[in-house]
């Protein structure tokens, strides 16, 4: 399995702010036929189920506000919220879709300092 | 747009199967890969397995014993079942849908989810 490992596990990010979410996986997720990498984020608030953030490791999902991005370097990736607004208090998961099991990071979650 | 919606039991006794059905609604489930995932009580995410449309499933090999995953194409739904639980079952289970391609995709609708608790 590849296993994704998130740091920090939480972080307290003023509001206005830049809040930066690692994501390592354990293996090359990047499929050369394409040049993407298999990886996505989610956004999970109390109460509700995953919504989808990022996908293909940097492109925004419609209609997800441009102060979250995503970037890639090697098997590393980087969720990013720019400006951080008390609506973006949640926890925040990557996943690896490049092969199954599917597998989850074990998540980050996002205060207001 | 697209809607899931877990439906069954909220308890299920020690042993016995899991039983958990998730609507389509707003759109065909042909095409699609449909998956079931997982989230114990305060903690991660855990993918269980996926069926695609036409009936092949992919099961994770650390439940693959147990579970089962059948679609019902005419009611536009699909369904898990989970077989001799335990407590370690226990969590809110979301049905969950993944873009088709000829590589894998992402999920980008997702259920409600529906809490599942395993006690006598």
């Known amino acids: 399995d590849i296993v994704m490992t998130q740091s920090p596990d939480s972080l307290a990010v003023s509001l206005g702010e830049r809040a930066t979410i690692n994501c390592r996986s354990s293996?090359?997720?990047?499929?050369?036929?394409?040049?993407?990498?298999?990886l996505a984020w989610y956004q999970q608030k109390p109460g509700q189920p995953p919504k989808l953030l990022i996908y293909w490791a940097s492109t925004r999902e419609s209609g997800v506000p441009d102060r979250f991005s995503g970037s890639a370097s090697g098997t590393d990736f980087t969720l990013t919220i720019n400006s951080l607004q008390a609506e973006d208090v949640a926890v925040y998961y990557c996943?690896?879709?490049?092969?199954?099991?599917?597998?989850f990071g074990q998540g980050t979650k996002l205060q207001i300092k | 747009q697209v809607q899931l919606q877990e439906s069954g039991p909220g308890l299920v006794k020690p042993s016995e199967t899991l039983s958990l059905t998730c609507t389509v609604s707003g759109g065909s489930i042909s095409s699609y890969f449909w998956s079931w995932i997982r989230q114990p009580p305060g903690k991660g995410l855990e993918w269980i397995g996926y069926?695609?449309?036409?009936?092949?499933?992919n099961y994770n090999p650390s439940l693959e014993s147990r579970v089962s995953i059948s679609v019902d194409r005419s009611k536009n739904q699909f369904s898990l079942k989970l077989s001799t639980v335990t407590a370690a079952d226990t969590a809110v289970y979301y049905c969950a849908r993944e873009l088709p391609g000829v590589t894998p995709n992402h999920f980008d609708s997702w259920g409600q989810g529906t809490l599942v608790t395993v006690s006598s």
């Open positions: 293996q090359n997720i990047l499929y050369n036929s394409n040049n993407k990498n298999y």
């Open positions: 996943q690896q879709y490049y092969s199954t099991p599917y597998t």
């Open positions: 069926i695609y449309y036409s009936g092949s499933t």
